[in-house]
């Protein structure tokens, strides 16, 4: 019912800023939650922010101030902001929603971009 696809992955240097967008094709209705997850190389899917789509923000403690979630005045896009980007933010970063509400958990979001890769380095 919903096709996720992200973009604006690339290369960038520490320190920098990205901003990756996900395409939704699809109804977001007022109570579905569309969230950022990340995913290092040998390790688990973690949350990154996440939205109700009537407003309320969510982020991982350690990126709040660093990264903001939002979406554009179409709400046919969302995306994820990136500041003073670190190496340990290097990962593959997904686009993800659910109908069912909020949810941190990477099993309760139903719906999956195919991830875009972030690489900090110098």
């Known amino acids: 019912q919903l096709e996720l696809a992200e973009s604006g992955g690339e290369l960038v240097e520490p320190g920098k800023s990205l901003t990756l967008s996900c395409t939704i094709n699809?109804?977001?209705?007022?109570?579905?939650?569309l969230a950022w997850f990340r995913q290092a190389l040998s390790e688990e899917r973690k949350f990154v922010a996440g939205m109700r789509w009537n407003g309320n923000k969510y982020y991982e403690d350690s990126l709040k101030g660093r990264f903001t979630i939002f979406k554009d005045g179409a709400q046919n896009t969302a995306h994820l902001q990136m500041n003073n980007l670190q190496i340990e933010d290097t990962a593959v970063y997904y686009c993800?929603?659910?109908?069912?509400?909020?949810?941190?958990?990477?099993?309760?979001?139903?719906?999956w971009g195919q991830g875009t890769q972030v690489t900090v380095s110098l």
């Open positions: 993800a929603a659910s109908r069912k509400g909020y949810s941190r958990t990477s099993r309760d979001l139903e719906y």
């Open positions: 699809g109804r977001m209705y007022s109570s579905s939650f």
